[in-house]
């Protein structure tokens, strides 16, 4: 995995903090002898729903999966049209054409680079089912607008929290203003089961049809009848194997229980870079808006080509040959082949996401990241910009 590797002797854009908690926690599940779909998923799920002040939580196998899932229980199909942002990963589109649905893209803001809410009311059509947010990065959306437009109109809101867990909005979590709430456990992600996600409700039968979509819409899973439960089961609908293993939901357990540490520790980080980059001229650091925190899943910059010398894409080469692991998040969803060739957008079509794309720059950021580090980072963009200068 590229983001992952490691800069020999260099500064990798990620690098996953595994202690030796998360060890003994994979070795008691092993030994347990229940590898899937037994109470460790269940303690999980549990102890996320508390962590993130929701009802229901049911764990998966990826947010992928959480948010197929979440299409699912709305009842999303074909002829449906659902609003997502144009600046994303690809998995928030992809949900709802994995359920014969369009998804329908939105702008987003200038200064968050999340969904912008007029854009979301421009959108709207009579074949709108549901809108997919996304807290771009780890900082929560405008859900105080998001919900009233959602509200208005009669829509469900998703949230596709891959970034963040913890962050919060008017004192409350991301993941958990909406209907549903999709998170992600990949390796880069706040914490990390390897692979894995979690979908949240506080709608008891929505949380219904999630968990049994997620074991193949059997009416009985392998837990149900290890607890004596008759063989017999039925097969309510076409479900999924979605299921997080055992070992997956221990490692998670115990990275939930750093969640404080793993959240302040990026804060910390991100706050560094913000007050080494300030004096730096064509640099725009993160916008953080007053009302809500920001986790820090990504550190993203904006290079000003005109004021800082270089372009974006000629920083990246500078930085990447001083052994910086850096990434771009994300080329809006309109420019790239699949979407273009399915719903036909025009470049043009999403002109704030066109013009910060070229722009944005994700910095390494991660909670083990050290200050030496962060400094090393910001003195190169510092020698790339005095080296424009000539
Ligand atoms: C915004 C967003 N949504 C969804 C996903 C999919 O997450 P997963 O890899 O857990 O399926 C990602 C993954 O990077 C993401 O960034």
């Not at 229901?56 to 709305?74: D, G, I, K």
């Not at 730096?280 to 004021?307: C, M, Q, S």
């Not at 910060?356 to 390494?364: G, M, R």
């Amino acid at each position: 995995m590229s983001c992952l590797a490691k800069v020999k002797d260099g500064i990798p854009f990620f690098d996953p903090w595994i202690n030796e908690a998360d060890k003994a926690a994979v070795c008691g599940a092993f030994e347990s002898r229940w590898l899937t779909g037994g109470p460790k998923a269940v303690e999980f799920e549990k102890l996320f729903a508390e962590s993130v002040g929701s009802k229901y939580a049911v764990c998966v196998n990826s947010c992928t999966a959480a948010l197929h899932l979440a299409m699912r229980s709305l009842g999303i199909g074909p002829g449906d049209e659902v609003i997502v942002p144009v600046l994303t990963f690809a998995a928030t589109a992809n949900a709802p054409i994995f359920c014969g649905a369009r998804p329908v893209f939105a702008d987003i803001d200038e200064k968050t680079y999340n969904i912008a809410p007029q854009s979301i009311v421009d959108k709207i059509s009579k074949k709108t089912k549901a809108i997919i947010v996304v807290h771009y990065g780890g900082q929560p959306c405008d859900m105080k607008e998001i919900m009233n437009i959602a509200e208005d109109y009669d829509l469900p809101v998703v949230e596709d929290s891959a970034h963040t867990v913890g962050a919060t909005y008017l004192g409350r979590n991301a993941g958990t203003m909406g209907v549903i709430g999709c998170f992600s456990f990949y390796p880069t992600k706040i914490i990390t089961t390897l692979e894995g996600g979690m979908f949240v409700t506080n709608d008891e039968a929505i949380g219904k049809i999630a968990k049994n979509l997620r074991e193949h819409g059997m009416s009985k899973n392998a837990a149900d009848r290890e607890r004596g439960a008759a063989w017999y089961y039925d097969v309510m609908d076409l479900g999924y194997n979605y299921r997080l293993t055992e070992v997956q939901a221990a490692i998670g357990i115990s990275q939930l229980k750093r969640l404080d540490d793993i959240n302040r520790m990026r804060v910390n980080a991100a706050n560094k870079y913000t007050e080494l980059l300030r004096e730096v001229d064509g640099i725009i650091t993160p916008f953080e808006a007053k009302d809500r925190t920001h986790a820090y899943h990504l550190y993203v910059i904006r290079v000003l080509e005109k004021e800082f010398g270089i372009s974006r894409d000629k920083l990246f080469v500078e930085l990447s040959n001083k052994k910086i692991g850096l990434s771009v998040h994300y080329t809006p969803l309109h420019l790239l082949t699949y979407y273009r060739n399915l719903l036909h957008y025009n470049v043009g079509d999403f002109p704030v996401a066109e013009k910060i794309y070229p722009e944005i720059l994700s910095l390494p950021i991660f909670p083990t990241i050290t200050e030496a580090q962060i400094a090393e980072v910001v003195n190169q963009i510092k020698v790339a910009k005095k080296i424009s200068q000539g």
